[in-house]
């Protein structure tokens, strides 16, 4: 288990732990605009999965006012937001990261107790969602974004053509649903937030009720932020609320006009359902579910198999399994070989722990569909991880489990292709290289596919790409899918139902593409010209001019 | 109106409509791969919308069997289409548009009889689509639109950063619903199938049934140009049916991956409706109403209201306002320079003739559209269009209507808003600068916003400007929205109703980011890269390598 591999992380009871002060700047507090507010809803705790108690203080939950007053604001900031200089954005983001590094330890503690995740696993998180704000400041100095083109007027032409220039706008004020998995990475500044903000978009978050302490202390940073770089009140602002009905309430706003969501199938299914009931649909981003397929060819398989087992059952149980990229499926001729790899990764998984599943409902989802694969007719059980570890005893702890089955089985099972969110994956045992195309033909929409090939497999590796294109964000070869690079070239989407919209990637520098919309100026005089596309491009920026793309 | 001015028209009865042997290759067919199929499921015949009378041949409607043949080619010349050589696609784009040409004179014939537009018009309207064609197949060799963006592998890192390339992929198979006002530029092989097959994805087509011999016509010259470029079976195929269930079953099939739809707002929400509830949802791109809201600021009515009028009718009328940007709206301030502009309007309007429109369904909508206006409370009719003007008497005649109102009546009926497809138009006149800024605010998405702007309007229409961006896909300056250039910087779109996407364009070279999404490669072998990702470059493509942007 990585969670005991974690040197930087001294337990439950520790004095990283009992310190009551560092938690006294958490006041149970939402953002609205310039406002921290208490909610007078109702009101939540927070609860440590590890110790299955609550954490104080008391969070108040939105009345309907408040989410109004959020939505109205963001409303009212948008056209001023999105005029502002490129550069003052870019510096609001920079900011961002900023002030969350300034919260200290008390963010990765605080965020530790919420989530039953390694203190060293979140101050990469922490990192990573700090590399990503400034990944985004990058991009908006770049401006790239804006696709800039022009197309000049023709006016000897008959018909005489316009003078015609394109950039892209955002969208407006977008509604960002913190994921349970990343407190830190896809919560209240994570990826949807930063990149909603790059394109110009306004945000009000629905924080995670699975973290509400992490998520009132990064909404108080993005807050001195947004006042630090004099950004306009309504930029950001963050709700809590319980159940279902906040979130719908949000989405259904006519302020809001696009949807950052990152969760389960069903969740993400009724936010899509609600935005294209509105009276103006909206687009959702909702990145859903995946078990992220991996092959092994035969050549890996003969040259290296021993060696892939432990390195699929560490990604395997990475995280307690709940990683959106968790590899939930394996895919191999029958064989010999087959057969040593499943030994080798059934002894690997036996010797790992149990770990602190992120939530209780997360906790119990998983036991219930665990309990569910004991009956499926066909389906082995190759291997359980060991029981609770921890001297202390441990609460919601996840045990990882692997089975497996042959092609028939699995093509006739439509229920072994749904994702069990932890650390549990089903090996397929394939007669033939043509049934393993069946298996890949078959599957539904995923984030990633992973083959594991060598120079022998590149036949079948080319009939099998294709394919696979077809059916997810990121295909990658000889490595595990739980890594999720934050670059210019990264795609984190993909086919429903690992998406809802396959045009688009939440993690990575394109990700803002989701918040822009282009807009056409037609003989539009120059005073009134965006600076992008006036004739002097002042901002420097490449661009297509009449059909030929200008560095700028 | 336009129609007479059609001098190349030699109108009905006369020798060129006359020959029967001209439609001699008009067989009532559909094509189903490389196949022209009599359809057995029903028959249907054209009809000509100025004699009100059916044209022959018979047309045989899809069974359901036909229906899914199409979509199973379809699906099977996907991967083998999209794996072609972008020169080989951007060749076929070009022998279409070659095949098209070579129908002849009697493609304009029968796009006339069935439609009731003059030839001149489709003549340019098959000039345009020939365009079309060719700056896709411009936009395909360039190979832009893959967006190769490509992120070296940091080994030394910590963690190490894998080799990350990104492409933009084909959907897959996309359905297209010809539309009935754009018989060859937003039809068979119009600027939805053009943008689809430049993206790599075979097409569907739904002929629309008021151009039924057009479509065959067409359908045919595709089905050449495929076979003499050595496309896939599949690559394209066309159905007919009547009513809408062919539409619901096409765009239910599995096979198709993204549809294209030009008509109303009912039709286009029935197809968002049905691709919603998919087993695998997909995107629809309908294009589906607009009023295209024309400002007139102070300035420019004083200095050039005169001359402003009949532009703006001669706009109105144009195609017997059957354009999807036909300005239905005129918004100014009132007082004497606008009543002015509207006595000049009334005048110019009520010298224009009736003309045929484009279908009895069609003809009767507007007729009836025209009844319920009469009995808006605060709605004056300001002028009508004279009757038939054709010596022998002219069928689905529409006489044009212009209308009359204060902001007020506008804001509180939204009847008002919505669209007549066909040559009627409202005025509203606003008591001053914050009353037509609260009308603009109040405003639908649009596909265009029109301002008519002198250097002393600037103030206004600057605060005009960001309401206006947040509304429309193209905004112009001292114009008229009828016409829709062809070319880079265009954007034919718009937030809902305008269209269901307003993320796009269907006119205009980035059309084709309709149909394509990102696929990330994760150190895949070389060998099996597909060419735009390779290190050396071999088709010459811009690339964003790091993070930079350079030109290949």
Do not use: W
């Not at 002060?21 to 909610?39: D, H, K, L, S």
């Not at 995740?117 to 401006?143: I, M, S, Y």
């Not at 006519?254 to 969760?263: D, E, H, M, Q, R």
């Not at 959106?324 to 895919?331: A, D, E, F, K, M």
Request: aromatic share 6%; glycine share 12%.
């Amino acid at each position: 288990m990585i969670l005991t591999a974690a040197a930087s992380f001294p337990g439950r009871g520790g004095a990283f732990f009992s310190n009551q002060e560092t938690f006294m700047n958490i006041q149970g507090e939402m953002i609205i605009g310039r406002q921290a507010v208490r909610g007078s809803a109702g009101s939540l705790r927070a609860y440590n999965p590890a110790t299955q108690a609550e954490i104080e203080p008391d969070f108040g939950t939105a009345t309907v006012d408040d989410l109004a007053s959020a939505c109205q604001l963001a409303e009212q900031a948008s056209d001023a937001y999105r005029a502002m200089p490129l550069e003052q954005r870019a510096r609001f983001l920079e900011t961002i990261a900023e002030k969350i590094l300034a919260i200290g330890p008390v963010l990765i503690e605080r965020a530790a107790q919420e989530s039953g995740l390694p203190a060293a696993r979140l101050e990469g998180e922490r990192g990573r969602t700090v590399n990503q704000l400034r990944l985004f400041a990058k991009v908006v100095r770049d401006g790239h974004f804006l696709e800039a083109t022009l197309d000049a007027a023709l006016p000897q032409r008959t018909p005489p053509r316009p003078d015609l220039r394109m950039r892209k706008i955002p969208l407006g004020p977008v509604a960002v649903f913190g994921a349970s998995n990343f407190p830190l990475a896809f919560s209240v500044a994570g990826g949807d937030t930063a990149s909603a903000l790059a394109a110009g978009c306004p945000v009000v978050v629905k924080a995670h009720n699975a973290h509400l302490g992490t998520s009132e202390l990064v909404a108080k940073a993005v807050r001195e932020a947004a006042e630090e770089c004099g950004m306009p009140e309504g930029v950001f602002s963050m709700l809590i609320g319980e159940g279902n009905q906040i979130g719908a309430d949000l989405v259904g706003h006519p302020a809001i006009k696009a949807v950052g969501f990152t969760g389960s199938r069903g969740g993400g299914l009724a936010l899509v359902r609600i935005a294209a009931a509105r009276r103006e649909p909206i687009p959702v981003y909702a990145e859903m579910s995946s078990i992220n397929p991996l092959f092994l060819l035969p050549g890996a398989l003969a040259e290296k198999g021993a060696t892939l087992a432990p390195g699929f059952v560490d990604s395997l149980v990475l995280g307690v399994g709940q990683f959106c990229t968790n590899p939930g499926l394996v895919i191999g001729l029958a064989g010999e070989q087959l057969e040593a790899f499943t030994a080798a990764a059934a002894q690997a998984l036996a010797a790992k722990g149990a770990g602190t599943m992120l939530t209780a409902g997360i906790h119990k989802a998983y036991v219930d569909a665990i309990e569910k694969r004991g009956g499926v007719p066909g389906l082995t059980l190759v291997a359980r991880g060991t029981g609770v570890t921890n001297a202390e005893g441990q609460g919601c702890a996840g045990q990882a489990a692997l089975y497996l089955c042959d092609a028939a089985t699995f093509l006739a099972n439509p229920a072994l292709e749904e994702e069990i969110f932890g650390p549990a994956s089903v090996m397929i045992a394939c007669r033939d290289e043509a049934e393993m195309l069946a298996v890949a033909n078959h599957l539904e929409g995923q984030l990633t596919a992973t083959v594991h090939a060598t120079s022998a497999d590149l036949s079948i590796a080319g009939q099998l790409l294709p394919v696979l294109e077809r059916k997810v964000g990121r295909i990658l070869f000889n490595g595990f899918p739980t890594g999720v690079e934050v670059s210019h070239a990264m795609v984190h989407g993909g086919p429903f139902p690992a998406t809802s919209d396959s045009r688009t990637t939440s993690v990575g520098a394109t990700a803002i593409e989701r918040f822009l919309r282009p807009v056409c100026y037609q003989d539009v005089p120059s005073e009134l010209l965006p600076q992008e596309l006036r004739d002097a491009n002042p901002l420097g920026l490449a661009r297509v001019i009449d059909g030929q793309l200008r560095v700028g």
